[in-house]
């Protein structure tokens, strides 16, 4: 009640400034803006020209190539064995694509275990190809010859003297279309807990990666991109109907935030 009474005081001390007020109270009526302030603010809206928050208008999305298709998640058991590791992405690729899947996806560092130590052994020069991308091939030829789209997770990348995490999307006719390098890398210590830093053996991606495909346009992200929106907002502002993050959550935060973040996006 004594904030209350406080309030109305302060009102009517400034409707009526010719009101008894304490000296303390003159003050605080002292620094506030003058009454002639106050109606130039209160006239400001009539001037105010909300169309023109939107200049340049916003972007025509495209229209999406489907209006239905099937999609598939393929869930992987990684082992320290590359080529029985592809061998198993290859079988699960074609068993989503005999059950009518258009776009399929494979999960982060599917060829290998995912660890600082593991990463330089199992990396793949992409710009190469043949044998110094074995993962790259197969997914390649597999997309081609089953005619279909796929995200390809994302599996280690050198490149010169780097190293990134980086998630290759194929066309339909086996071509990649495009490729990411994760932007955001996992460094995390929780005491007692997990403690990781990617940051000690890859290098961060530095650009947001849209593709146009057979089943649309997909903005792409590799798992902890999914904590930053701006990212989500900057595809959707291109004009993206579909957003992929592959990702290989661990268990300690993971259940914490993993589906909550994929319905915020």
């Known amino acids: 009640m004594r904030a209350a009474a406080t309030s109305t005081s302060t009102a009517a ?6 009101l008894t007020c304490s000296a303390s109270r003159a003050r605080l009526l ?16 009539s001037s105010f020209r909300p169309e023109e928050a939107r200049s340049p208008p916003a972007l025509e999305l495209p ?15 990684v082992t320290a064995d590359k080529a029985r590791n592809i061998s198993h992405a290859r079988a699960a690729i074609e068993a989503a694509a005999a059950k009518g899947a258009k776009l399929v996806l ?5 060829n290998g275990p995912y660890s600082n130590d593991s990463f330089p052994e199992y990396a793949e ?11 790259f091939s197969m997914m390649s030829e597999v997309a081609r010859s089953l005619q279909i789209t796929l ?6 990348e050198r490149s010169n003297n780097n190293l990134y995490n980086t998630c290759c999307i194929f066309g339909s ?9 994760k932007i955001h890398l996992f460094d995390i210590d ?11 053996t890859l290098t961060a991606g530095q650009n947001p990666t849209v593709v146009d495909t057979d089943v649309g346009r997909i903005g792409i992200g590799i798992c902890y991109d999914i904590r930053f929106q701006e990212l989500a907002m900057l595809y959707a502002a291109r004009g993206a109907h579909l957003l992929c993050y592959p990702g290989a959550f661990n268990m300690t935060t993971g259940p914490l935030h993993w589906e909550l973040l994929q319905r915020a996006r």
């Open 151 to 156: 995200v390809g997770g994302s599996i280690a």
């Open 106 to 110: 494979l999960p982060e560092i599917w």
């Open 125 to 135: 020069d992409i710009e190469a190809g043949g044998d110094a991308a074995p993962s």
């Open 173 to 181: 006719d086996g071509k990649l279309k495009g490729k990411h390098r």
């Open 13 to 18: 001390a400034l409707l009526a400034p010719r």
């Open 190 to 200: 929780i005491p007692g807990k997990i403690t990781f830093k990617e940051s000690k």
């Open 30 to 45: 002292s620094s506030r803006p003058p009454l002639r302030r106050i109606s130039v603010m209160a006239a400001a809206p």
């Open 63 to 77: 229209t999406p190539p489907l209006s239905k298709f099937k999609v598939a998640l393929c869930q992987l058991s």
